[in-house]
């Protein structure tokens, strides 16, 4: 993974199928990951794609 990487904890919170049959995916981030929003917004902003990589987190 790139140094640039965005990591952060989530659950998904919806996923939806829109009219033109594309996918929405809604995820719950923590209180902790407010840095992480931030950077999201500002990518939406920007109009940034994104390439999205998913782990799945161990049970603490």
């Not at 993974?1 to 594309?22: C, E, I, P, R, W």
């Amino acid at each position: 993974m790139s140094d640039d990487a965005l990591t952060f904890d989530a659950t998904v919170n919806k996923v939806q199928t829109l009219a033109d049959q594309g996918l929405r995916v809604t995820l719950d981030l923590p209180e902790q990951a407010i840095e992480a929003a931030a950077v999201l917004m500002a990518l939406k902003r920007q109009g940034s794609a994104l390439k999205v990589t998913v782990e799945i987190a161990e049970d603490d």
